[in-house]
C-alpha cells in the first residue's frame, strides 16, 4: 500500500504560480508512475501531468508551457511547479501513482489506483 499527501495549494490571482508538493510513502516497482489530477465542481477527473521513474514526462495540451512535472526519488517526492496560472486551473489537485500504463492512458485517472487527498487551487481573475 502507498501512501500519497499533497500540499502547496492556495489562492492566487491570474497569472500567478504555486508549487505543489506530494510526499508518497514508498516508491517502489509497482508504483513507476506518480502524476497530478485536477477535478473542478462538476467536472470528472483529469490527468494533468504524469512522470515515469525514468523521468519520461506527460502533460495535458491545457497546460504544456505554463506547468512542469517534477521528482525526487530519493526522498520520494512529487512536484507540480504552475506559473502563468489561469481560473480555469481552478480544482481540487490529486496526487496518483501505480504501475504505468500504454501511453494512450497515461493521464487517465482509470489507470491510477494510489491517492492523495488532494490540495485546492484557486485562481481568480
Known amino acids: 500500500q502507498v501512501q500519497l499527501v499533497e500540499s502547496g495549494g492556495g489562492s492566487v490571482q491570474a497569472g500567478g504560480s504555486l508549487r505543489l508538493s506530494c510526499v508518497a510513502s514508498?516508491?517502489?516497482?509497482?508504483?513507476?508512475?506518480m502524476g497530478w489530477f485536477r477535478q473542478a465542481p462538476g467536472k470528472e477527473r483529469a490527468g494533468v501531468a504524469v512522470?515515469?521513474?525514468?523521468?519520461?514526462?506527460y502533460y495535458d495540451e491545457s497546460v504544456k508551457g505554463r506547468f512542469s512535472i517534477s521528482q525526487d526519488n530519493s526522498k520520494n517526492m512529487l512536484y507540480l511547479q504552475m506559473n502563468s496560472l489561469k481560473p480555469e486551473d481552478t480544482a481540487m489537485y490529486y496526487c496518483?501513482?501505480?504501475?504505468?500504463?500504454?501511453?494512450?492512458?497515461?493521464?487517465?485517472?482509470?489507470?491510477?489506483?494510489?491517492w492523495g487527498q488532494g490540495t485546492q487551487v484557486t485562481v481568480s481573475s
Open positions: 496518483a501513482a501505480d504501475r504505468c500504463p500504454g501511453v494512450t492512458a497515461v493521464l487517465s485517472q482509470s489507470a491510477y489506483n494510489y
Open positions: 512522470i515515469t521513474s525514468r523521468g519520461f514526462t
Open positions: 514508498k516508491r517502489t516497482a509497482s508504483t513507476p508512475c
